[in-house]
């Protein structure tokens, strides 16, 4: 799959976006089912069309709709190396062996009460080392032996490669891992 303006996904804006999470995770989460067995969401557009507004809108939707805090953790992927991901390796006590610090990303609320949404921003400006590394966040809501909540909803956002901004084309891995949404503007 490229990530170009040729992908063959439907265009949405981001109140449309919006509306169909909470269509999908509210039933799921009021009926008991494990959150984490959807699949990572990936918002595509370019710089502006209201990528990180939606993810916002979202979290505050879902959290009136299903009576939960939901707390929002913005990753700039950009920023990132891989390390940063899988944590400082450090000697165990017998300095024998590496163990790896968890990341803060790591380091969400696990309360019945809460859900929480790990939000990827600039997915696709990541080197392609550290698109590597989110494929283990996307599919298996882990990194190494670090794993995210089970109450965790993983949201992904990037430019295309056509929109004039840093972006690397998504390995075929990763965005098989993901449902892709189109952004267009509110207008």
Do not use: C
């Not at 265009?11 to 959150?35: C, N």
């Not at 959807?38 to 710089?47: K, T």
């Not at 600039?122 to 298996?140: C, D, F, G, R």
């Amino acid at each position: 799959m490229s990530n170009d303006i040729n992908m063959n996904i439907p265009s949405v804006s981001v109140d449309d976006f919006v509306e169909e999470m909470t269509r999908v995770y509210v039933p799921t989460i009021k009926a008991g089912y494990p959150i984490n067995m959807i699949p990572a969401a990936m918002l595509w557009g370019p710089p502006g069309v209201g990528k990180s507004d939606g993810v916002r809108e979202f979290a505050d939707r879902l959290g009136t709709a299903a009576d939960k805090r939901v707390n929002v953790t913005d990753v700039r992927l950009l920023l990132f190396s891989p390390v940063d991901l899988r944590g400082v390796p450090v000697a165990d006590a017998q300095r024998r062996f590496t163990d790896w610090l968890m990341p803060r990303i790591f380091d969400m609320d696990a309360s019945d009460d809460v859900i929480n949404v790990l939000f990827l921003d600039e997915l696709t400006a990541a080197s392609p080392s550290v698109q590597a590394a989110a494929y283990q966040i996307t599919l298996n809501r882990s990194v190494g032996e670090h794993r995210l909540p089970d109450n965790t909803i993983v949201i992904a956002a990037g430019n295309r490669t056509t929109d004039r901004s840093v972006a690397y084309r998504m390995p075929n891995a990763l965005a098989n891992r993901l449902m892709h949404f189109q952004m267009r503007d509110r207008g």
